[in-house]
């Protein structure tokens, strides 16, 4: 029988040699780690990151300034890559120079590393099969399994027409919703200057209150914090259900609403809401509105909350593959959800704002941000 091979041995020089080509490895406790593919997506910054290339971050990950989560731990294992030779651990105790670090921020030339993305003898699921009909046989094991991230794309459906409209590329839904909400602007603005809509008609005609286009801004203003409070409310009580284990048709519902994507939190394609589905939810919300106000005052509400949608999905998806400034409110916004996918699962449920975070007393402790000057 042939042997097994065992983990490759890395030599300071060619670990030194690979990050001066642009790749970003490090050591931890004498484990070689390409990062590499995740500099971009790091919620820290690109830049703390190619600061830590070609050292050991042992104490970086222990802390202070802040201990990194059994799941930040268990994603790196993934871009394990193999040893460091014992004769040079010593030297990963110091950082690169940087000259170093500035030639590390060009792309990163193609290397013959080999990353592990997901053990799949030890998994729960079968990687090379859709996802979506194995995962209601966790049962227990579904709540664990589905909040520890991993870095690879993920199949829902056998079909290939069900899994075409499953995905979606961000600027889709901006290429979709954007020409509606600009059209319906323009018809409640239209109609609202006719000066025939009144609030309260229906039940008073002596006290009814007349809506003017002047009005329009701030009832589509409304519509958008409406929307906002929506969003939290949805994340939170049906995006963040805690299925029962013994139900395998709604672990199979929470897994296709949500739970893909703390599965696999940069699936490009899975990081906004498909058109279709997004076009029934959006109906039905639309329905609602014309039942509890006047026509045109609720088209207006209802076409505020849509850009609030449409700005909400692009922000998550910028919010994931973005790479916002320092000291920006993205960049705490970045951080902040970023935390809520590897740390705080049950909290930190704002997404385009934290505002509803405060008053439901769901948000992340504001000490757990603390960084690296």
């Known amino acids: 029988a042939t042997a097994t091979a065992g983990p490759r ?29 995740f500099v971009r997506l790091h919620p820290g910054g690109e830049q703390l990151l190619r600061r830590r290339a070609g050292t050991d971050v042992s104490a970086a990950l222990d802390g202070p300034p802040h201990r990194h989560s059994d799941n930040a731990r268990r994603w790196m294992e993934q871009y394990y890559v193999g040893e460091i030779e014992p004769a040079d ?7 690169v120079d940087e000259k170093a670090v500035d030639a590390a921020a060009q792309p990163p030339e193609q290397t013959d590393l080999c ?14 099969k859709p996802l979506l009909w194995q995962v209601g046989y966790l049962g227990e094991k579904y709540d664990e399994w589905v909040h520890q991230p991993v870095d690879r794309p993920i199949r829902l459906f056998h079909s290939d027409v069900l899994e075409f409209l499953s995905k979606t590329a961000w600027y889709v839904v901006f290429m979709v919703w954007t020409p509606v909400v600009l059209y319906l602007s323009w018809v409640s603005y239209t109609s609202l200057a006719q000066g025939n809509t009144r609030l309260f008609s229906s039940f008073t005609t002596e006290y009814s209150i007349p809506v003017h286009k002047y009005y329009f801004p701030f009832i589509f203003l409304l519509g958008m914090i409406l929307w906002s409070l929506l969003e939290y409310l949805i994340h939170r009580f049906v995006f963040h259900m805690k299925p029962p284990a013994s139900n395998y048709y709604l672990i199979t519902l929470h897994f296709l609403l949500h739970g893909q994507h703390h599965k696999s939190p940069f699936d490009s394609s899975r990081l906004v809401f498909p058109p279709v589905p997004a076009s029934l939810v959006i109906g039905f919300f639309y329905g609602v509105l014309r039942v509890l106000l006047p026509e045109v005052l609720g088209l207006s509400v209802f076409v505020g909350g849509l850009c609030g949608y449409v700005i909400y999905d692009m922000m998550h998806y910028y919010l994931h593959y973005g790479s ?36 439901f007393r769901t948000l992340i402790p504001e000490e757990t941000f603390k960084k690296e000057d």
């Open 9 to 37: 041995s890395f030599s300071a020089a060619e670990v030194r040699a690979r990050c001066a080509q642009g790749a970003c490895l490090v050591s931890c406790r004498g484990r070689l780690y390409d990062l590499s593919a």
């Open 89 to 95: 651990l010593q030297s990963f105790s110091e950082l």
């Open 115 to 128: 990353y592990k993305t997901v053990d799949v003898e030890k998994d729960l699921v079968d990687w090379q």
């Open 324 to 359: 916002p400034k320092k000291g920006t409110y993205l960049y705490g916004l970045k951080a902040y959800h970023v935390k809520h996918h590897f740390e705080h699962q049950k909290s930190g449920f704002g997404i385009s704002t934290r505002f509803w975070d405060y008053p």
